[in-house]
């Protein structure tokens, strides 16, 4: 299971690129 850290910047990321 990957970090909190890693799925928060995955979300962030996400929203960003969309």
């Known amino acids: 299971m990957d970090t ?3 799925c928060w ?3 962030l990321s ?3 690129n969309s």
């Open 4 to 6: 909190p850290s890693r």
């Open 14 to 16: 996400s929203r960003n």
């Open 9 to 11: 910047l995955t979300f």
